[in-house]
């Protein structure tokens, strides 16, 4: 893929003139990885700031007893760095990455992407605004696995995340979300007899979006 292309799909670049996008890209390469591969573990350290261009990334922690605790899913052109603030050289990673299908990334030198761009009034503020959104989704997370039950954190997934719902085996789902696949069947059909969603052929509609949404609004 052309570094130029990378760089024009993520929302985030959008706001950069002609010498902009050519001073990013000559800072800037894209990598591409295979289904199953992992591209960081927790604790690991680098000084590139990745953006994921195509493909699928889940983003996991592991207890001490070794399971996976799943947190979120990368969709494409959305930032994959976990950025705690933007005075160190360094980006820590807080977690681990899989990628779930064959992906493409995009990789630029962090130290030289602070000085060249950060000091860029809108550019600035757009990178915060992702910085924002990322922690939105850490917000989602503490919803689901400590205030949500198991009704909300199912509600939760057919209103954001459907057709990966769709895509998964409902055993897949159980793990994601923490439950047990009994308690998942028995939540699908109760959201099934009050109208939020329909099933047919073991695939979920939905069929009252705000129905299902004040479910895990609590409203």
Do not use: W
């Amino acid at each position: 893929m052309d570094i130029k292309e990378a760089i024009h799909g993520i929302k985030l670049f959008n706001c950069l003139n002609n010498f902009e996008l050519e001073l990013l890209a000559s800072i800037s390469h894209t990598v591409k990885y295979d289904a199953s591969s992992v591209l960081f573990y927790e604790s690991d350290s680098t000084d590139k700031l990745l953006f994921l261009v195509s493909g699928l990334l889940k983003v996991y922690k592991i207890d001490k007893f070794d399971n996976e605790i799943f947190l979120y899913y990368i969709y494409p052109n959305s930032m994959i760095s976990e950025l705690s603030n933007l005075t160190d050289s360094k980006i820590f990673c807080f977690s681990n990455s899989e990628f779930l299908k064959e992906s493409v990334i995009l990789s630029i030198d962090f130290k030289k992407f602070k000085e060249q761009f950060l000091t860029k009034n809108e550019i600035s503020l757009r990178f915060m605004d992702e910085l924002i959104y990322k922690n939105q989704q850490l917000q989602c997370i503490v919803n689901r696995e400590l205030v949500f039950d198991a009704t909300s954190k199912v509600a939760f997934m057919l209103s954001n995340d459907l057709e990966m719902f769709n895509e998964l085996k409902r055993s897949e789902v159980s793990v994601l979300l923490h439950i047990q696949p009994e308690t998942l069947l028995r939540v699908l059909k109760r959201l099934t007899r009050n109208g939020a969603i329909a099933i047919e052929k073991g695939e979920v509609s939905i069929v009252d979006r705000e129905k299902l949404k004040n479910i895990y609004l609590g409203v």
